[in-house]
């Protein structure tokens, strides 16, 4: 396994309110993908990582949803049981990602 993957979504809903609903219903359903206590970060509104093993433990996810406006994105990154991704590397993608739809997103 050499590198990892990652997927990325991004939901635009009518208002900020949604957004930040939708973020709590997108952590609960990581519940059951991985293993791991959610964590906050200083990334767009309502953010949070989690990173740690899938339950089968045959592969080691990390993840980061966040808010920017009416936006919720959630950022995926698997990649080998033993070899999580580096946790600064997830947030640099998500300030990046954060700074293009601060740039993009429509009022």
């Not at 609960?28 to 949070?48: E, H, L, M």
């Not at 580096?86 to 997103?105: H, S, T, Y």
Request: a negative charge; glycine letters at 8%.
């Amino acid at each position: 396994w050499s590198s990892d993957v990652c997927s990325y979504d991004l939901l635009l809903v009518n208002e900020p309110k949604t957004a930040a609903q939708g973020l709590k219903n997108t952590q609960n359903n990581y519940g059951s993908k991985v293993t791991g206590t959610w964590q906050p970060v200083d990334i767009g509104s309502g953010s949070a990582m989690i990173s740690g093993p899938s339950p089968d433990n045959s592969q080691a996810v990390t993840v980061l949803l966040f808010t920017e406006g009416k936006a919720l994105v959630s950022l995926e990154f698997d990649s080998a049981p033993d070899a999580p991704t580096d946790p600064e590397f997830v947030k640099d993608i998500g300030r990046k990602q954060d700074a293009a739809i601060k740039a993009g997103l429509p009022n």
